[in-house]
């Protein structure tokens, strides 16, 4: 092999094994990384937002917010560790190693393992809160859904390992070259990851929200129809029923949104990425990527208490005694 195309390799010192550096267009690999850069850094920065929101304000610490506040810990990490990994891969040779590559792979699925089992319990939360609004305060509480997120987390972190259990293994294993870091696992372990983290949880987010929603139109349609008829006495329950309803149109928009983004990327990469699937691959990473920045402004754009926590942020007024105390609701 001569000179020149040693340079195009990613370790001209290991000629016969070496992978060739990405070959894409200059332009198109800048743009890429210009643009999944600028949507990482908002990722970061407004789920951060989302977690000291929660977090500090004790009024916020509600069974929903709790499940919001779970979802924007993997939209943090989607932003800290998939999206930063996702540029490196795609316009440079991968340096740092097999070991590396294969735990880069397993915080990836457990970010979007652990993404779907949010969805799956804020769903599970707009059903109960609106299909049996009398039992969900006695059902739904703090202590539980605190153990429902952290047994979703243990069971995310746990089914990838599962899932990715020959490559973290044998680092290295399906790399075809040195230079290269891909996913890889057996035929059955692809199988059942389409059925546990594809098709079972999709069906019971659309199901559940379904229900949801025809639940929520009857509400709504009761509502208009005896809203001349309340008396004052009855004023707080309608309250508090126009609330739940406000809340489910919200999440409804969140999982909407979220299952846009989500069953194209996991489709495409369920695929073997080839030559024609390649570029299509970097396109519903964008999709996949922009999912996790947009849901911070899902919530600026529908709960004011976000954009009264995120003002008391920025002016450092939760700097201040007794600031966790209050009201922002």
Not at 154 to 164: F, K, N, P, R
Not at 274 to 298: H, Q
Request: hydrophobic residues 50%; contains cysteine; proline residues 4%.
């Amino acid at each position: 092999m001569d000179t020149g195309d040693q340079s195009d390799l990613c370790f001209p010192q290991l000629a016969n094994t070496s992978c060739r550096k990405p070959s894409s267009d200059l332009s198109d690999g800048v743009l890429f990384s210009v643009l999944l850069s600028a949507e990482c850094v908002l990722t970061v920065l407004l789920n951060l937002l989302v977690i000291i929101s929660i977090s500090h304000f004790r009024h916020l610490h509600t069974p929903t917010n709790l499940l919001l506040l779970s979802l924007a810990v993997s939209d943090l990490l989607v932003g800290f560790v998939a999206m930063p990994g996702e540029i490196y891969v795609r316009i440079s040779c991968w340096f740092l190693g097999d070991i590396a590559c294969s735990l880069w792979n397993y915080m990836i699925f457990t970010t979007g393992s652990s993404s779907v089992g949010n969805m799956v319990l804020i769903s599970a939360d707009r059903y109960m809160a609106i299909c049996d609004p009398l039992r969900y305060n006695v059902k739904v509480t703090v202590k539980r859904i605190q153990l429902c997120v952290c047994l979703s987390w243990v069971a995310s972190l746990l089914y990838c390992a599962i899932i990715l259990k020959d490559q973290l293994g044998r680092p290295g294993m399906y790399n075809s070259c040195h230079g290269k870091c891909v996913i890889g696992f057996e035929v059955y372990a692809g199988i059942l990851d389409l059925i546990v983290s594809f098709v079972v949880p999709v069906s019971i987010i659309i199901t559940l929200y379904l229900r949801v929603f025809v639940v929520a139109v009857s509400h709504a349609r009761a509502m208009r129809s005896h809203v001349k008829c309340v008396k004052l006495q009855h004023s707080a329950p309608l309250r508090a029923k126009s609330s739940e309803l406000k809340a489910a149109r919200t999440i409804g928009v969140l999982v909407l949104v979220f299952l846009v983004c989500f069953c194209p990327y996991y489709s495409v990469s369920l695929v073997d990425e080839n030559e024609k699937l390649g570029s299509l691959l970097k396109y519903v990473v964008y999709l996949y990527a922009f999912n996790s920045c947009v849901n911070p402004l899902i919530y600026a754009l529908f709960y004011p208490w976000f954009r009264k926590a995120v003002k008391d942020i920025v002016t450092l007024h939760i700097l201040k005694p007794a600031s966790r105390d209050a009201n922002i609701l």
